[in-house]
């Protein structure tokens, strides 16, 4: 998504702030399957004094967010955390430092799909010319990677945030179309076993490198010979054409040195520590996942064809800056996606949620219901400050000059409507909005990949 201020050209007479926010991928970007709801807040004092416990240490977290939102989400990290967040050379991706007692922090902001914690980055690696040699240096880079601060990291993130249970399926995490993603583990069943007990000298060697996490593990499986053991993944996300492997032979052969250097179990579905190998034509960074599916699954129970992702909503709405009082539009709101994220997260302002489509309406009803319920079942106010409407959009029931802001997903003519059909609707559907919002202080933000036709009207 790149988003860019446009001005309209006449007949639209009104002075409006307008972005447009362009998809760049090839298919809208939609929550294709509904997923377990994540509530908005957890102010807990026993959330913040679990973080708080044990020695405070220093790491960076990496930050998966919707493409072209690279910015807002580092503006939000700047306003909720305070500290200056870094956006990746792979676009979709922000880096911030942050100390483990404000480690819960970062589950709550909105911006953000996906978070692991970064174990090793290296900015310009140098790959091998040979696809031999390159996965024989993966296979030796595990065993002098930094695993022991990540580690802990990810022992914390368990006691801070409620375990889901796994995910279901292989990676479910989207990239973008010009990357390969392979969630892979070693392939051989002689890789996959276990040994039961490993050399002298393997164990003095991994000993030094890691001595916190190998000793406590080693005096586990003494004490209890059958102790559950850690299960593991390797997931390779590689973008650029000039590297001589694959994904898929970058996450076996990487996978095999982390299971044999840790003594973990490779399991590809019921996992308990997923390994991120990120590689961007010549930067590597190395992580673990502490988010187990995307936190853009929330608010959204009844889920239509072209539902937005929450943290792409919130995004759009950050791009508005709402005020206290202001009347906020979505006349093509669909399933209420962008009406619902701002009634909870920007609440001073009223919004307005309508379409033309009996269907679009009744799901937008039914995920405020839902959220007024789960709201209710907390104990907190259940009401919100939104309403839904079925309407023409050519022709809104609203006064002239009296909406602040229009934010809405455009159809792309893709799965909804069709790119020929916009050429009509574009024209009147933006006449319309110029004529309902405010002159000189109204502003507008518009999600489309049909770029063309609307550059054109």
């Known amino acids: 998504v790149t988003c860019e201020p446009l001005s309209l050209a ?17 298919q809208e970007d939609g929550a294709d399957e509904p997923g377990p709801n994540t509530e908005g807040s957890s102010t807990s004092s026993s959330i913040e004094n679990d973080a708080t416990t044990g020695d405070i240490i220093t790491v960076t977290i990496g930050a998966t967010v919707p493409t072209g939102f690279e910015h807002t989400a580092a503006e939000e990290v700047k306003e909720k955390i305070g500290a200056d967040a870094r956006i990746s050379k792979d676009r979709g991706r922000i880096y911030f430092p942050i100390t483990t007692d404000k480690l819960f922090q970062v589950h709550l902001l909105k911006s953000v799909d996906n978070l692991f914690v970064v174990v090793e980055e290296y900015d310009h690696y140098q790959f091998k010319e040979s696809k031999e040699e390159t996965l024989m240096e993966l296979q030796q ?27 279901k399926g292989g990676n479910g995490t989207k990239v973008k179309p010009n990357s390969e993603a392979t969630d892979a583990t070693v392939a051989d069943t002689e ?23 190998e000793s406590s593990m080693q005096d586990s499986e003494e004490a209890a010979p059958e102790a559950k053991l850690v299960k593991f993944r390797v997931t390779c996300n590689r973008a650029g054409d000039k590297h001589s492997f694959s994904s898929n032979e970058a996450a076996r052969d990487f996978g095999g040195a982390v299971q044999e250097f840790f003594q973990w179990k ?58 206290a009082s202001d009347i906020i539009l979505d ?16 609440n ?14 009744n799901r937008t009803v039914n995920n405020i219901c839902h959220i007024q319920k789960r709201r209710a079942i907390k104990g907190s106010a259940s009401g919100l400050p939104i309403d839904t409407v079925r309407w023409d959009l050519c022709n809104l029931p609203i006064r002239a000059s009296s909406v602040d802001i229009i934010i809405t997903d455009m159809p792309f003519g893709k799965r909804m409507g069709s790119k020929k059909k916009n050429w009509d609707l574009y024209p009147s559907c933006l006449r319309e909005m110029a004529r309902v919002c405010r002159p000189g202080s109204g502003k507008a933000v518009l999600l489309t990949q049909d770029k063309k036709c609307f550059s054109k009207v």
């Open 348 to 361: 001073s302002s009223f919004y307005i949620a309508g379409d033309n489509y009996d269907m679009a309406v």
């Open 10 to 26: 006449p007949p639209v007479t009104h002075i409006i702030q307008l972005y447009l926010c362009v998809s760049m991928s090839s």
């Open 141 to 167: 880079l595990a065993s002098k990677l930094p695993w022991t601060n990540a580690l802990e990291v990810w022992k914390l993130n368990g006691t801070i945030k409620k375990k889901k249970g796994y995910r």
């Open 191 to 213: 890789q996959q076993e276990l040994p039961k007990a490993a050399s002298a000298a393997e164990s003095q060697t991994k000993t030094e490198s890691t001595p916190d996490l």
């Open 331 to 346: 006349p093509m709101c669909g399933t209420g996606a962008i009406p619902l994220e701002g009634a909870i997260e920007f």
């Open 266 to 323: 490779a399991d590809m579905t019921k996992f308990d520590i997923e390994v991120l190998l990120n590689i961007h034509k010549e930067e590597v960074v190395i992580g673990i996942a502490l988010t187990e599916e995307s936190l853009h699954r929330r608010n959204i129970s009844h889920f239509g064809p072209t539902t937005l992702r929450s943290t792409l909503c919130y995004g759009m709405l950050r791009l508005c800056k709402p005020q």
